[in-house]
């Protein structure tokens, strides 16, 4: 007989608990993204967050994918552990410059471009 306790999360739920456990851990981890502050974030995902761990934690950036992603990949690169929130996925594609040019730079791999 199964006697493990199931709870039923909404995926929203689910990665709110997981940003605010990781937040919880440790110290070096934060999140950074377009509203996620002020506004709890496009899917309300960070909601309340801001309240909870303040605004070194939870940081609220310009309409800047490349920018902000590339801020991100900085910060990890330097000790840091964030967690860069995009929109939407769509978006994404406006920081892949960035993404490619860290994985080329930092992890050795020129011939990949």
Avoid: C, H, W
């Amino acid at each position: 007989m199964d006697t493990a306790l199931k709870i039923k999360l909404t995926y929203r739920e689910a990665l709110k608990q997981a940003i605010r456990e990781a937040l919880q851990k440790d110290e070096k981890v934060f999140l950074m993204g377009e509203d996620v502050g002020r506004y709890g974030g496009a899917f309300a995902v960070s909601k309340g967050l801001l309240q909870e761990f303040g605004p070194e934690s939870i940081i609220d950036v310009p309409l800047s994918e490349s920018g902000f992603v590339g801020a991100g990949i900085g910060a990890a690169l330097n000790g840091r552990r964030p967690i860069v929130e995009v929109m939407t996925v769509n978006f994404s594609l406006l920081a892949m410059d960035q993404i490619v040019m860290a994985i080329k730079n930092y992890l050795g791999k020129p011939e990949l471009l």
